[in-house]
Nanobody, 129 residues
Framework: QVQPVESGGGSVQSGGSLRLSCTASGYMYSSYCLGWVRQAPGKKREGVATFDEDRSTSYADSVKGRFTISGDGTRNTAYLQMRSLKPEDTAMYHC???????????????????????WGQGTQVTVSS
């Protein structure tokens, strides 16, 4: 059983920065990855950034160039550095541990909800204009 726990959310003004942290308890096999998903009220869940099985990274077009996912060299930790934040980035951000060893692109696999996916409780990010 893997349990991600997020921290680091908060409220910032447009143009500001925040850094989210995620630590996953339990053993993360090499075919499992951590990524970030956000959900705003009334909107679809969006895969924001993720590691892939080979430790490469993928980003949603909406955050490319502004967000960076990084780790500490282990599979159990992921950070999300968010810069140039916009009001439309306001959402609950969840860290997700998921199976990334298949052929599905990691940003899609991140959104699959099955017995091989574990979600953290989420941390709220609010960006005011």
């Amino acid at each position: 059983q893997v349990q991600p726990v997020e921290s680091g959310g908060g409220s910032v003004q447009s143009g500001g920065s925040l850094r989210l942290s995620c630590t996953a308890s339990g053993y993360m096999y090499s075919s499992y990855c951590l990524g970030w998903v956000r959900q705003a009220p009334g909107k679809k869940r969006e895969g924001v950034a993720t590691f892939d099985e080979d430790r490469s990274t993928s980003y949603a077009d909406s955050v490319k160039g502004r967000f960076t996912i990084s780790g500490d060299g282990t599979r159990n930790t992921a950070y999300l550095q968010m810069r140039s934040l916009k009001p439309e980035d306001t959402a609950m951000y969840h860290c997700v541990a998921f199976y990334c060893g298949g052929s599905m692109p990691a940003l899609q696999a991140l959104l699959v909800e099955d017995e091989y996916t574990w979600w953290g409780q989420g941390t709220q990010v609010t960006v005011s204009s």
